[in-house]
């Protein structure tokens, strides 16, 4: 392709950022002096008070994201988002020297759409002055320990969207606000750097830290996000002093009950003095801890400022009356948090560093929130599960430009994003909230199946009439081994692989007991498949409206990004399923039996040395009056167990079966856990699929079920979790890296989230053991070579830490059951290419799983499925095994939004962890690239306009500042090529050109 071909498009991709849309602009706006540029001057000579006011406004916790924004249910809580931000923006206009902050897009945005233009210019106008500041920027405030990067990304990115396209570039956020999650993650501040922010605050630190970090005037700090990314993936780190609270007696919200400042002498109430003193004695008090002449006091809380001029009248006030001391060495002012992170960067001071993580938070000795890395499993899983068909969703409608759609993408994406928050996905809100977040997913994860659906149709059968007449169905609840569609008829499978690579991997469709071939309509060919029933514990469970006995299961090859078609017909002959009473099942790589205490063991055949053995185990949870410390129940956020592990009692029973495909052990522990253990032929990895609940309250305890898997390596006390489903982070029991730990609670205070995978590694032998989950889970090593990880919890008391009710959920009138699988893989790591490939493959198929969309027999367009293109790919050529698309998805003005990642750590592997360059021009099968400019990971801002703040560190490092150089696009004739560094993240936007098939 000549040169010129790239300049039209390299001219137009501006206008991606521009100020807003443009039709919608009045022609009156406010000329723009936001950003750094709107902050008070700072007094060298003074102690600066920067006054930031804000709400917090949690995207659901004790009532529904509507029932925040509309206030209603006002008994469970006052809270009405809507009338905030009509009050703040009130309260703005009335004084030019008031500012405030505001986080949260999803409820920022549900308002702006009940705006009328009046409003909107005078919200514009106080975004473009500075006196509103749009900060962190995503859907919602996520959390940090259960959620994964993907999503992560995914509802800073629309975040950004929504605001970029309707305010412009001032309210493009500069600092991440993360001051109310539960802990806080390291990959967070890696995202944070990336996205091209300054610096960000965080609230929540553990009590222990936080005391030390007061005391050597630490509370600010530059956090190492990334060992691979040296620099880049620094950022400066604000631990707030009173996390976001205003000093105790000065919350002045009708939520609050603190005296005003009166100001009346003639008032028998008047205060002014009083009011001050104590307010300045409170600033004095933290400003001894901190560094600079510098101090923010945020000035909100939870869902304040519905009557906003209460706030400000009294900050009015509080502001006049300082100033007016002639003593008291003081500058006060209203102020935002990238105003005082400027202020703190113009002080030109060294930092100390921080490369670990704020795992876990405990808010006192007896208090570790734990127990959240594990509450409400099943809504975890459909999490997990609407990021996989979200990205489905998004893939092909780009490679079939997929027209129509926009509105429901939108919707799953912003469904996704309110997902994320730390009262969702954590398992930290009400039951009523759950069932609500589970209703806004469910319906957008219709939408979605809906999208795959149609485009694979159109990519199938794009050049005949009938493609509309073609039906195709999702299974939605494959989880619990149901297909309406597959169960009683023939049917066509069409299995698109949302992955960068070609897969070979295991399906299981749900049927009814018969004989069944599988055909592979691309050759003809009969596949080898296998029936195996359906373990009847599965098959009873509650709300289970299903005539599928039996699964049927083979192996597919689908190519990357792309879709590959097979038949299933039902023959007549007398159905042959394999089984044995006894004897282990095995493949090449291992053997697998039960014991005689009715443990799962697994031995290894190449590493003769190496062997597991897997069980079941539950913690009672702590029961108390939670009126002081030692007397904290275990609940929804604090995992508090009442003595040591505990073993069932029963060896229960098992059956075995195998066949061409797969060997089974079917084990029932008791009449509510029992579980699967699968290995495959030819798979070096063992599937355990567990199944636990209703857990049994009658004798009034609550119960926290774990699985064990204990090996024989010698992990010398340390083993290894993920941080966000990226990289891992190395964890020592009884260990802190930052202080000298004082554990009074020594399981709870030992556990850590689990967002992918847990490992150990026994360096001496060179073997390493891990387990992948299909959705975030509490685990730990509290034995050498041991794994532990929690599965499920139901308890009767709350935590009293403000949900208030306890964790105890219910589904068709008894008590939840959770199904769920982890995957082990392990062995020898002298060949560490090829072991990690294997174990980075099976991450990425447990995260992106293969989406199968079928066609009933009976709905059948003629002769379609043999017109149809039976296979396709979305790539024209593999890419190098160490880089993944992470994102491929329409954006605006017909441009398509792309990132890549290199998915290995520097010194993971030997060869695999080294740059790798990648030509993208003719990558894609369905489309050329005719431009491509590079965005920072928000897609909001060219990276060529990123300028991040320079921070110092105590210790200079060398290799940051080699890794700090930005990779340039080289770009030639009919060549893009790409340099991706290890753990590197790179966003494009690119203008495409459909090819035509």
Known sequence: MLWSAFLLPFLLLPLLFSDGDAASIPKKTSSKTCGY????????????????????????????????????????????????LDSVIQALLADPERKFMYVETAFLWKWWLRQDEKVREDV???????????????????????????????????GFRRLNDTFGSCARPKIGWQIDPFGHSREQASIFAQLGFDGMFLGRLDYQDKKKRLRDKTMEFIWKGSPSLGSRGDLFTVALYNTYSPPPGFCFDVLCNDQPIVDDPASPDYNVEERVEQFLSFAQRQASAYKTNNIILTMGEDFNYQHAEMWFTNLDRLIRYIRERKDSNVNIFY?????????????????????????????????????????????????????????????????????????????????????QHHDAITGTEKQLVANDYARLLYKSME?????????????????????????????????????????????????????????????????????????????????????????????????????????????????????????????????????????????????????????IVVEWKKQQNMSMVQAFHYYEGMTGNNEVFQNRSSGAYIFRPKGVLKNFTTNGSYKIYKGPVVHEIHQTINDWISQVIRIYNGKEYIEFDWLVGPIPVKDKIGKEIVTKYSSTLASNGEFYTDSNGREMLKRMRNYRPTWNLRLEEGISGNYYPVTSKISLKDE????????LTDRAQGGTSMKDGEI???????????????????????????????????????????????????????????????????????????????????????????????????????????????????????????????????NIQDMFSTFTILSIEETTMGGNQWLKDMNRMKWHPETNDVLQERANTINEIQIEEGVINVLLRPMEIRTFIIKISPRHA
């Open 335 to 419: 102020s935002t948090p990238s105003c005082y992170m400027k202020a703190v960067h113009d002080s030109n001071l060294q930092w100390s560093t921080k490369s670990d993580d704020f795992f876990p938070y405990a808010s006192d000795g007896h208090s570790y929130w734990t127990g959240y890395f594990s509450s409400r499993p099943t809504i975890k899983f459909f999490e997990r599960m609407g990021n996989n068909l979200l990205q489905i969703s998004k893939q092909l409608s780009v490679l079939t430009g997929l027209k129509g759609y926009d509105e429901q993408l939108q919707h799953f994406r912003e469904a996704m994003g309110v997902m």
């Open 788 to 918: 532990e990880l929690m599965l499920h919890r139901r308890l009767l008391v709350d935590d009293a830490f403000g949900v208030g009710e306890a964790l105890n959920e219910s589904a068709y009138g008894e008590g939840l059951v959770v199904r769920g699988s982890h995957y082990v893989f392990g062995g020898s790591i002298k060949n560490l290419d090829e072991f990690m490939m294997k174990e980075k493959a099976l991450t990425l198929q447990t995260l992106l799983r293969p989406w199968i969309t079928v066609t009933p027999h009976s709905q059948k367009s003629g002769n379609d499925e043999y017109v149809a293109t039976p296979q396709r790919s979305g790539l024209t050529k593999p890419l190098p095994p160490n880089v993944h698309i992470l994102s491929l998805e329409p954006w605006k003005d017909d441009t398509v939004l792309l990132r890549l990642e290199h998915i290995f750590e520097v010194g993971e592997a030997e060869n695999l962890s080294r740059p790798v360059e990648v």
């Open 37 to 84: 540029e709107a902050c008070t001057k700072t007094d060298p000579k003074q102690l600066n008070i920067h006054l930031v006011a804000h709400t917090h406004d949690d995207v659901g916790w004790l009532k529904t994201v509507d029932q925040y924004y509309f206030g209603s249910y006002s008994l469970i809580q006052k809270a009405g988002v809507q009338y905030i």
């Open 124 to 158: 514009r106008n106080l975004i473009n002055e500075g006196r509103l500041e749009i900060i962190s920027g995503g859907w919602s405030m996520n959390d940090e320990a259960v959620t994964h990067y993907h999503s992560i990304v995914d509802q800073f990115t629309w």
């Open 447 to 599: 939408q979605g199946a809906d999208i795959v659906s149609t485009a694979i149709r159109y990519w199938k059968i794009s050049n005949s009439s009938d493609f509309r007449k073609t039906k195709m169905y999702s299974c939605m609840q494959l989880n619990i081994s149901s297909c309406a569609y597959t169960e009683n008829q023939d049917s066509m499978l069409t299995i698109y692989n949302p992955l960068s690579y070609k897969i070979n991997v295991p399906i299981r469709v749900p049927v009814q007991e018969a004989n069944y071939t599988v055909i592979d309509i691309a050759d003809g060919s009969d596949l080898t498949s296998q029936l195996v029933p359906i373990p009847n514990a599965v098959q009873n469970l509650p709300g289970r409206e299903s005539a599928a006995t039996h699964e049927l299961v083979f192996f597919c090859t689908v190519p990357a990004l792309g879709y590959k078609s097979y038949k299933v017909v039902r023959i007549l002959k007398d159905t042959d399923e394999q089984s044995a009473a006894a004897a282990p099942i095995s493949n090449e790589f291992y053997d697998v039996f039960v014991d005689d205490d009715g443990q």
């Open 764 to 771: 001496e032998e060179y073997l390493k053991l891990s387990v």
